[in-house]
């Protein structure tokens, strides 16, 4: 069966820390993935978007990797701040959809 | 000036009710979309419309139904609500259907009683 899985539902850090959040499918083959950042009460927003023959993008402090071998993408925060707690969710592109997993919440201690 | 608005913002009826969620993107975007996002933070694509045609139906049961007048709105209407169909429904938009990012609207939390 199909699976996307974000490991750690929850991740604490510590202020000026870089938070790693791990992404992994199976059964999927998407074109591309995209990562969303969404806070209580609010729909989700857009960061980053990956294609399959992309390595790594950036943006400001956020850092996305796609591995289509391991079937994993890393979002990577750096020097993070309290302003950066919230949930943020991977989505697979596929078939004109996105398949999103349940989120991991980034909780940045000041 | 929001970019993608949903009203209402909170739903609160009786089993077996019906009830229309209504969407609108000033965006100019092609393609509109519903999620439905459960209990469990998992966010479900229900519909999408591209150039007001329908692309996507997954699955969901025919008690709903999507309407869209025109490129810039997509309403929701639901039949004979029944307790499972309690959740945050969100509207999206993307300038295409493919390789897009998408905007969110903030959501409508419907809750059946």
């Known amino acids: 069966s199909q699976k996307i899985e974000q490991n750690s539902e929850a991740l604490n850090i510590q202020e000026g820390k870089t938070a790693t959040l791990t992404c992994n499918y199976t059964?999927?083959?998407?074109?591309?993935l995209q990562w969303y950042r969404q806070d209580p009460g609010r729909g989700p927003v857009f960061l980053l978007l990956?294609?399959?023959?992309?390595k790594e993008k950036r943006k400001e402090r956020l850092k996305v990797t796609f591995d289509t071998t391991l079937k994993q993408s890393l979002f990577h925060i750096t020097a993070s701040q309290p302003a950066d707690s919230a949930t943020y969710l991977c989505?697979?592109?596929?078939?004109?959809?996105?398949?999103f997993g349940a989120g991991t919440t980034v909780t940045v201690r000041a | 000036d929001t970019a993608v608005s949903q009203t209402p913002k909170y739903l609160v009826t009786q089993m077996g009710n019906d009830k229309s969620i209504k969407c609108e993107q000033n965006l100019g975007h092609d393609t509109m979309y519903w999620y439905k996002q459960d209990s469990k933070k998992f966010l479900k694509i229900m519909f999408s419309y591209n150039n007001k045609e329908l692309i996507i139906n997954e699955t969901v049961p025919n008690r709903f139904s999507p309407k869209s007048p025109d490129k810039a709105h997509l309403n929701l209407h639901i039949n004979s609500l029944e307790l499972g169909d309690s959740a945050v429904y969100f509207c999206?938009?993307?300038?295409?259907?493919?390789?897009?990012?998408?905007?969110f609207g903030d959501g409508t939390r419907l809750s059946i009683l």
């Open positions: 990956i294609r399959e023959n992309e």
């Open positions: 999206a938009s993307s300038p295409d259907l493919v390789d897009q990012p998408q905007h």
């Open positions: 059964n999927y083959s998407p074109a591309y």
């Open positions: 989505a697979l592109g596929i078939d004109y959809k996105l398949s």
